[in-house]
T-cell receptor, first 115, second 111 residues
Framework: SAVISQKPSRDICQRGTSLTIQCQVD?????MFWYRQQPGQSLTLIAT?????????ESGFVIDKFPISRPNLTFSTLTVSNMSPEDSSIYLC????????????FGPGTRLTVL | EDQVTQSPEALRLQEGESSSLNCSYT??????LFWYRQDPGKGPEFLFT???AGEEKEKERLKATLTKKESFLHITAPKPEDSATYLC????????????FGSGTRLSIRP
């Protein structure tokens, strides 16, 4: 498995502001992923972040709204920009250790409330 | 389009009452099927990966099975601490690493 931490664990933000969420892994991993889980819903993939290349965004998600950084093999950030109440969700990062198992391991999540 | 459907949405059992959760999937070339457990306010916790029809995996009171169209998560003699949302997810061979999640089954075990 992998030990994954996220900061902050939760935040309450005002409309129009931005929040950057950090994801730290205890070992080097090739692929990191960012998901959104809206209240009462399942997980939706936002983007895949590979070190050394631009993030790949899923349909319905754009870089201007969710810029992602991946400066090294153990760290990534997701920024939620110009927030609105509809962005209130749990944001989760996950990693694929690249061992061929294809299993993703998840962080504890960041609970975001936008007022 | 790849799709994952879980049933029931919610299930309430008495402690010790065994049951099964269902995950039906439509995917172009299954690469892997995953089961996760998610407690309120936490990230999903990995349980099992299944790769081919007929495969079974067990962990404590949980057993996951896989056919060509669906997977079952059998829970035997559950305890209150097994209460959680159980998520099923699939990875298609055509889109490496992208995982599609079902909506989950909320399991509640009464003492």
């Amino acid at each position: 498995s992998a030990v994954i931490s996220q900061k902050p664990s939760r935040d309450i933000c005002q409309r129009g502001t931005s929040l950057t969420i950090q994801c730290q892994v205890d070992s080097q991993v090739t692929m990191m992923f960012w998901y959104r889980q809206q209240p009462g819903q399942s997980l939706t993939l936002i983007a895949t972040a590979n070190q050394g290349s631009e993030a790949t965004y899923e349909s319905g998600f754009v870089i201007d709204k969710f810029p992602i950084s991946r400066p090294n093999l153990t760290f990534s950030t997701l920024t939620v920009s110009n927030m609105s109440p509809e962005d209130s969700s749990i944001y989760l990062c996950s990693v694929d250790k690249g061992t061929g198992e294809d299993t993703q391991y998840f962080g504890p999540g960041t609970r975001l409330t936008v007022l | 389009e790849d799709q994952v459907t879980q049933s029931p949405e919610a299930l309430r059992l008495q402690e010790g009452e065994s049951s099964s959760l269902n995950c039906s999937y439509t995917v172009s070339g299954l690469r892997g099927l995953f089961w996760y457990r998610q407690d309120p306010g936490k990230g999903p916790e990995f349980l099992f990966t299944l790769y081919s029809a007929g495969e079974e995996k067990e962990k404590e009171r949980l057993k996951a099975t896989l056919t060509k169209k669906e997977s079952f998560l059998h829970i035997t003699a559950p305890k209150p601490e097994d209460s959680a949302t159980y998520l099923c997810a699939v990875q298609a061979g055509s889109s490496a690493s992208k995982i599609i999640f079902g909506s989950g089954t909320r399991l509640s075990i009464r003492p």
